[in-house]
């Protein structure tokens, strides 16, 4: 950041945060009209999907476009727009429908996420679940928060038969487990890593996901205490994939420094 840019105020930051939250509230009645109206005849209703998420998106962008001139979208510049002097201070990641095939069918774990990036640095971060009503957000590596109470990883580390991991939809063709506690998949990548921050789930394993399917869950993660890191152990930063690079290799979320508690239980087939 240069000399003459100074980073956003507190009070910037909160009625930044109270803008988001109302549009994403705003985007959910909308989506909301369409939930559950899939063909029931089809796996995956693709026309449905498609007009929810172009629903959501041109609401959510024309209205922070039509208040905020030094805000962009990551989904509408290129590598080189991001790599010149001209790209925009404040850039969004966006994902309009997190969960598509949930919302498609009529099941509750869906919804919108948001992170904004300032000079590529994580700022802030919204996760809104329409059906349930729970809005997440969180300031970068500061708080998180569910309906603004604050919300924190579980401090019990211990693994048995009682603890939870959520996982990907196909999750058992890549992994066999041994894992004593619980496993499941409620369809939502986002809604996961928040499942994880607020302490309802021990841990989550993320594969073959995109920068938007992480960016916001990973901040509210990292501000309730928890991280993401490679099974091997390495640290994830979703700031190195901003070039839209699919990320392939296996990933999990968890309270600081138990992701090994948990990963000795699942290995790759």
């Known amino acids: 950041m240069g000399k003459d ?3 956003l105020s507190e009070r910037e930051l909160w009625t930044l945060k109270e ?3 109302n549009t ?3 985007s959910g009645v909308v989506l909301m009209e369409m939930y559950g109206k899939g063909d029931r005849q ?4 693709d026309d449905l999907v498609t007009e929810a998420e172009n629903h959501a998106w041109e609401l959510i962008s024309r209205k922070i476009k039509g208040s905020f001139d030094d805000h962009g979208f990551l989904n509408e510049l290129s590598q080189e727009n991001l790599s010149e002097e001209s790209c925009p201070r404040f850039i969004w990641i966006l994902d309009s429908l997190d969960g598509a095939a949930s919302f498609q069918a009529g099941m509750p774990v869906w919804g919108i996420s948001a992170a904004l990036f300032e000079k590529f640095w994580p700022v802030l971060g919204f996760l809104y679940l329409p059906v349930t009503g729970e809005l997440y957000s969180a300031y ?12 924190r990883v579980r401090e019990d580390h ?3 038969n009682e603890s939870l991991v959520l996982v990907y939809s ?3 063709n890549n992994f066999t487990s041994t894992f004593p ?7 939502s990548s986002a809604g996961h890593m928040a499942y994880v921050a607020r302490g309802a789930a021990d841990a989550c394993l993320l594969k073959n996901v995109s920068v938007q399917d992480l960016a916001a869950g990973s901040i509210i993660l990292e501000a309730a205490g928890g991280e993401i890191r490679y099974l091997d152990g390495r640290p994830f930063h979703v700031g190195e994939f901003l070039d839209g690079r699919r990320i392939a290799e296996p990933l999990i979320a968890a309270p600081k420094g138990t992701s090994e508690s948990f990963v000795k239980y699942f290995k790759m087939i």
Not at 42 to 45: A, E, I, L, Q, V
Not at 140 to 151: F, M, V
Not at 181 to 187: F, H, P, Q, T, V
């Open 5 to 7: 840019e100074k980073s």
């Open 19 to 21: 803008f988001v939250e």
């Open 24 to 26: 994403l509230r705003k």
């Open 42 to 45: 089809r796996k995956f209703d």
């Open 140 to 151: 970068a590596g500061r708080e998180a928060l569910l309906n603004d109470k604050p919300i």
């Open 158 to 160: 211990n693994v048995d």
């Open 170 to 172: 196909r999750f058992h």
């Open 181 to 187: 506690g619980k496993i499941r998949n409620l369809g």
